[in-house]
């Protein structure tokens, strides 16, 4: 038996790229034609959802109460009064009582929280049981049963994320609440 080949291997793809390089269109960009990915999607969706749990509501922890910052307790403070919005939110996140993996509840404002980084990675993720209990105390049994009920019916897929109209309620919802807006392009809300 011998090793070497009679005939020369041939390459079935190109080695180098033949058209131009495909360029990456962002949202924004005027240019891009293409409708957003799910991932696309699902971030515009987030921006939104994120800045009217955050700002639409009061800016303490919702399970501890501890404000953003506790340096003055004597000052409360409002949304107008904060200089940055990535300072004073540092310690406050966008929580969900039913996991986010869970598209079909994963912008439902029932669902959102305002958690201070202890309650939510901390407390939530080594107390899943006591954050359930607490959960569903803050937002009624039925209510946290409902979502639940919603949740896995998306999971078992009878259920489909429907995102451009998931977009623009969260929008409008933004709008209502006069929380600041990310920048979302015009056509998507159409
Ligand atoms: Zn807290």
Redesign the pocket.
Known sequence: MSLTRKTPLARRTPLKRTGPKPRKVGLNNPKRVKPPTKTEWKALCDDLARNTCRYGRPP???????GPMTIDEDVPYTFASMPSPSVPFRQ?QWAHIHPRGYLATRWEESNCLL??????MV?AESHPLEFDEWAKEKIGEQEWWRLRQQALAGARGEMKVDYPETLKRLHARAVELGVPLPKIPARLLA
Do not use: K, M, P
């Open positions: 303490i922890c919702e399970r501890c109460g501890r406050l958690l201070c980084v202890s309650c939510h407390w």
